[in-house]
Structures are given as structure tokens and as C-alpha cells.
């Protein structure tokens, strides 16, 4: 499909420049980018359900268990 987007000059000039470096079409890279913005808001939307979900419930996770996933992904408190 094709559409038509008004963006600032600096952003249009460094995407021409980057779409040189990789060899690969404006429409590729603007794709590409979309793409990845719109995955990281789905997942944002489906961590934000799944905290709220937990956040009405008592957990019934060991409190070491908890403390270790944090670790493990680098969390903040924030989510819990």
C-alpha cells in the first residue's frame, strides 16, 4: 500500500543515509521500522494487561522466586 507522511528533514536525512549504508529501498526501511515500533507497543499492551491482572490477585509465588526472576530479566520494582 502506498501512503504519504510528512516527517521532520533531520529524521528523513539520516533514514536516506542509513537506507545508503544498508542498500535497501526507503520503503523497506520505513517498513522495517513500523514493524518494529508496533511489536514493542504489543508487547507493552500485553505486559501492562498481564501486571494489572497479577496486581489483583495475592500472589502465591514464593517471595524467592519472585526476587530471583528480577534478577534474572533485570526489572525494576515497578512491575511488581
Same mark, same amino acid.
Not at 543515509?17 to 514493542?40: D, G
Given at each position: 500500500?502506498? @501512503?504519504?507522511?510528512? /516527517?521532520?528533514?533531520?529524521?528523513?536525512? @539520516?533514514?536516506?543515509? %542509513?537506507?545508503? =549504508? %544498508?542498500?535497501?529501498?526507503?520503503?523497506?526501511?520505513?517498513? %522495517?521500522? %513500523?514493524?518494529?515500533?508496533?511489536?514493542?507497543?504489543?508487547?507493552? $499492551?500485553? @505486559?501492562?494487561?498481564?501486571?494489572?491482572?497479577?496486581? $489483583? @490477585?495475592?500472589?502465591?509465588?514464593?517471595?524467592?522466586? /519472585?526476587?530471583?526472576?528480577? =534478577?534474572? /530479566?533485570?526489572? $525494576? $520494582?515497578?512491575?511488581?
Amino acid at each position: 500500500m502506498k @501512503t504519504a507522511v510528512s /516527517i521532520p528533514d533531520e529524521i528523513y536525512s @539520516t533514514a536516506e543515509e %542509513l537506507c545508503r =549504508r %544498508l542498500s535497501i529501498p526507503r520503503s523497506r526501511l520505513y517498513a %522495517l521500522a %513500523l514493524e518494529e515500533y508496533l511489536e514493542r507497543h504489543i508487547d507493552a $499492551d500485553i @505486559t501492562a494487561i498481564l501486571n494489572k491482572l497479577y496486581a $489483583d @490477585t495475592e500472589s502465591q509465588i514464593d517471595s524467592a522466586l /519472585i526476587e530471583a526472576q528480577k =534478577r534474572a /530479566i533485570g526489572s $525494576d $520494582d515497578s512491575a511488581w
